[in-house]
Every structure is written in C-alpha cells, then in structure tokens.
C-alpha cells in the first residue's frame, strides 16, 4: 500500500477490523519509511451494473459520484461523513441485490433523494435542485411543499 504522506510502498499493518456487516475491512497502517499512520479499507468487488445516462451513454457505477453529491449536498451541515459513507453504500448494497447488468441514472438519483429526504431537508432541496434541474422559483416551491404536505394515510 502506497503511503500518503511520503509514496513508500514500505509499511506495517497494526490493526484490523471487520465492519458491522462483515463486507469490509478497516486497516490502520503505519509506514516504515515516515512513520506515518493511515487507513486502508478492503472489500469484495462486486458486480455493478452500467448506468444509462439520460442521453443513452453509459458508464459503470461509481460510488465515488455517489459520495461526491452526498457530500455536496449536505456541505455545511451537522452531518457526519460515516453517515453519507452509510447512504452510499445502502444504495451500492440495493443495487447489487437487484441483480441487473443496467441500471437507469434515474434509479440512482430517486435512491439519494429518497436518502436525503429522510435524513436532511435541506441537503435534499439542495440534491432536488441540482437533479431536478430547478427552472425557476415555482418549481422549487412546489418541491418545498412536498416536504411539507402531511403524509395521506390511506383507509
């Protein structure tokens, strides 16, 4: 493993830990050249399915993506990065159980403000704005009442 600080490939695992689920796991490294610490994570490859953008390209999922707009959308937020690392990974987990080679980006998108929604109201206005491609201010109200319209209950 290549050290941050310094770039030697030389270093020491000191601690290992599996997570919660079992799916991961957490190494604390210390680097022989600078003595820098550091953590690496290792988990199962599994097999993502490509994701068809709207204009009909395609590319393979990235969980990166995923937690690049979590994190934007909740910048300045009382909301710690594990939680959003939480998201991303519930959303990889549901996307591997359905067991499809292709996935619409559509799909993605409704998972992270499905997310937000229930976690941040206003990470999700902002995810909602971006996604939604907000024209004006109407279109922004009327995602607001959304949020503030009581839940029908059905009978």
Known sequence: MKCPFCGSVEDKVIDSRSSKEGDTIRRRRVCLKCEGRFTSYERVEDPLPMVVKKDGRREP???????????????????????????????????????????????????IMSSLKELDKVAYVRFASVYRHFKDINDFMDEMKTLFEPRRQSR
């Open 61 to 111: 999922f990235d969980r990166h993506k995923v937690l690049t707009g979590l994190k934007k959308s909740c910048e300045k937020r009382p909301i710690p990065v594990e939680k959003l690392e939480d998201i991303e990974a519930e959303i990889e987990k549901k996307l591997v159980s359905l067991g499809v080679k292709e996935i619409p980006s559509s799909w993605v998108g409704e998972e």
